[in-house]
């Protein structure tokens, strides 16, 4: 009784606190805060939010703890499942994907763009490195000696990824 | 213009061929709710967005879309490699070997032909975007659903990941709705569409 009591108390503090902070006729209230009617609401990301390692990201999908949000039928995450190096570079390209993807709505956020950016750098010395060894991953990289563009494997072939 | 990347976003390797399976993940290479139709609608839909933010989320989430476009191939692919005489004739893969043989074509699992009337531009962003937030949705339970009908581990590892983005996605639309919101008429956000009227 007290509880619902208290419940009931604390809705109706909300509703005021809103109308106090100028939720107006063509809004609506959600506890603690102004919506606007006939229009759909999806929080925005908090600044600067928490972030996984990178690989732990590819095994979650998703950069972002806060965005993880799985199925109950899921498996135990494979990854890495390629050979080390490429493992590497798929894991940080993932990371620089999450975070511009992340800017596209948030392009305000000096911390995330200040990683963004060192994650960039690491990426192009990565992407250096793993064409020298294993070959090009765009048809315009230069090989040493000859073409090696249409080498096998391909991405979609089994050994594609070993 | 698009450079093609000699490399998948995430490793796909799959150890045993299952026709079966492969005739039921064909949905999300070809289906109404698959990935082509999913690339297609945000890369079409951005030539009409007014606001950077919003042609920024639909090229960056339009073009990652296509990279699952071929993972989902890849899955296939995969699946569907080196099969004997007796495994081209698995009930639910037969009707499919008839016409494409191991070919990976965009079809839904009932056999439907991708339409690109599965997807929808209708010129205007919040109608647009609100679409967006839908087809998420939708993609997200026919990777459910796939874990549902699945056993492979291979196989769901690969479709945990893609799931997992169709939840980022969703959060990312859904900013951008409130990020156009913030531009429109404070009052009445229907007073006129802002992807046509300047």
Redesign the interface.
Known sequence: MEAAKRASMQAANAVASAMDDGCGAGAGTLPGVCASLAFPYIPMQESDPPRYAQNDAMRAGTLFPGLNLPFHKEVRSRFPNANPALSELMALDFAIQELGLYLTTHRDDREVLDLYWSYVRLGKQGREKYIEQYGPLCETDITPGSFRWLNDPWPWDLEGND | MF????????????ATPNPKLAAVIISQYGGSDGELGASMRYLSQRFSMPYP?LK??LT??GT?ELGHL?MV??II??LT?DLSDEQIKTAGFDTYFVDRTAGVYPTSASGFPWSAASMAVKGDL?ADL?ED?AAEQKARVT??NI??LSDD??V??VI??????E??H??????????A?ERMN?????YLNPSFDS
Not at chain 2, 160 to 165: G, N, T
Not at chain 2, 186 to 190: I, L
């Open positions: 450079v093609y990347e000699k490399k998948l976003q995430y490793p796909v390797k799959i933010e920024g989320l960056d989430i990652e071929e191939g890849a692919h995969q490699r919040i609100t937030l990777y459910d874990l549902r581990p291979d769901n590892d945990k990941f893609l799931r997992a983005r939840v980022v969703f959060q990312r639309f859904g900013e951008g709705l409130r990020l919101k404070e009052r009445n956000v229907y």
